[in-house]
């Protein structure tokens, strides 16, 4: 069994940066379950997915929506479901987790029961100052593969 990847990025674009790198690798039905607690930096590093797969639109949190969707060189679904009511609620998971586009859930261990096997599980937590933790369990390994090519940067 591989060991978790680990990434420690000291600000706010850096953690942009490392979401613009991976979104090179992501194929359609990639899940990303983000866990981190608030202001970790789950919607920055979302940011930078986005924009890694090209979409031009600005994306801010999906927090009262829950989700939102953009076009880049994939749909990418940007999902917060802090404040989902309970995860028997259906919003139709499987044509995300399944589907053509990209999805990434902020608050992922809210719906843990819903979320694919091939889910990509990415932890964020604060460190010292603008330091944060950013531990990629050894789930797929096109995913760790790029964890592991980054830390070598
Ligand atoms: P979350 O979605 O997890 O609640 P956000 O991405 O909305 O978190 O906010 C992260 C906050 O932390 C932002 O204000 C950002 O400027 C700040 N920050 C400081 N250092 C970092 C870092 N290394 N990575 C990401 N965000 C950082
Ligand atoms: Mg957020």
């Avoid at 978790?4 to 194929?27: H, P, Q, Y």
């Avoid at 139709?92 to 399944?98: A, I, V």
């Avoid at 091939?118 to 460190?127: E, M």
Wanted: glycine letters at 10%.
């Amino acid at each position: 069994m591989q060991e978790a990847c680990r990434i420690v990025t000291k600000n706010e674009e850096e953690t942009r940066l490392l979401g613009i790198r991976l979104a090179e690798l992501l194929e359609p039905g990639d899940v990303l379950a983000l866990e981190g607690d608030l202001g970790a930096g789950k919607t920055t590093f979302a940011q930078g997915i986005a924009r890694g797969l090209g979409v031009e639109e600005a994306v801010d949190s999906p927090t009262f929506t829950i989700i939102k969707e953009y076009h880049g060189r994939l749909p990418f679904y940007h999902m917060d479901v802090y404040r989902l009511e309970s995860s028997d609620e259906d919003l139709g998971w499987d044509e995300f987790f399944f589907g053509d586009g990209v999805t990434l859930v902020e608050w992922a261990g809210r719906i843990e029961e819903l979320l694919p096997d091939h889910a990509v599980r990415i932890t964020i937590t604060v460190g010292e100052a603008d330091e944060r933790l950013i531990t990629f369990a050894p789930a797929v390994e096109r995913v760790h593969r790029l964890c592991r090519e980054l830390r070598r940067e």
